[in-house]
């Protein structure tokens, strides 16, 4: 069956450490996949999007990786603040305008 | 402010009695959708629009309804609500060209009792 899977245990890091998630997905050959950061009670916000052609993606802290043979993303927050404490949501767009999201994985940064 | 919105945010409903959530958007997207998200589960696609009286379902459709007459407008409806629709429902949009990036409004929380 076609699963996503991101680490369904939450990462706590120390600040200014390097937050590292897993996005795993199996039986999809995805054209593109995005992150989105979820707060509490509160709708996704896009943050980045990598194409199947593209190795990495940067923004500011945030990079990117996108391994279509290993079917592996990875979402690296540097130099991380307490305000990086969110989930983040892996997704990738199928085709025929349908996308499929990831459980999450809840960061949590300590001052 | 380029936003979508979702009303009711909150909403205790009882078995069987029909309701109506209702999003828009005001960014001129084609693409709109909608989500429920459980615990463990993630996002999982309802319904969604590629344009004006253009629909299709997604992953879980099954006892709701879409109608799409507008484009800023894409109300969810759920005829004869069950405990098992309780959840948090969010609308999303987006252009149509790839679907890359979407944007989501603020969620309502949904209980059938």
């Known amino acids: 069956s076609q699963k996503i899977e991101q680490n369904s245990e939450a990462l706590n890091i120390q600040e200014g450490k390097t937050a590292t998630l897993t996005c795993n997905y199996t039986n999809y050959s995805p054209a593109y996949l995005q992150w989105y950061r979820q707060d509490p009670g509160r709708g996704p916000v896009f943050l980045l999007l990598i194409r199947e052609n593209e190795k990495e993606k940067r923004k500011e802290r945030l990079k990117v990786t996108f391994d279509t043979t290993l079917k592996q993303s990875l979402f690296h927050i540097t130099a991380s603040q307490p305000a990086d404490s969110a989930t983040y949501l892996c997704?990738?767009?199928?085709?025929?305008?349908?996308?499929?999201f990831g459980a999450g994985t809840r960061l949590f940064v300590k001052a | 402010e380029a936003q979508v919105t979702q009303n009711p945010r909150y909403l205790i409903t009882v078995t069987g009695k029909k309701l109506t959530v209702t999003c828009s958007q005001n960014m001129n997207h084609e693409y709109m959708s909608w989500y429920r998200q459980d615990p463990g589960l993630g996002l999982r696609q309802i319904y969604y629009?590629?344009?004006?009286?253009?629909?299709d379902k997604g992953d879980v459709p099954e006892g709701y309804k879409v109608s799409r007459k507008e484009k800023r407008n894409f109300p969810l409806i759920l005829e004869s609500p069950s405990p098992n629709q309780t959840s948090l429902y969010f609308c999303?949009?987006?252009?149509?060209?790839?679907?890359?990036?979407?944007?989501f409004g603020p969620g309502t929380r949904l209980t059938v009792l």
């Open positions: 997704a990738l767009y199928t085709g025929g305008f349908k996308t499929i």
């Open positions: 999303a949009s987006g252009h149509r060209e790839g679907v890359d990036t979407q944007y």
């Open positions: 629009s590629m344009n004006v009286e253009v629909t």
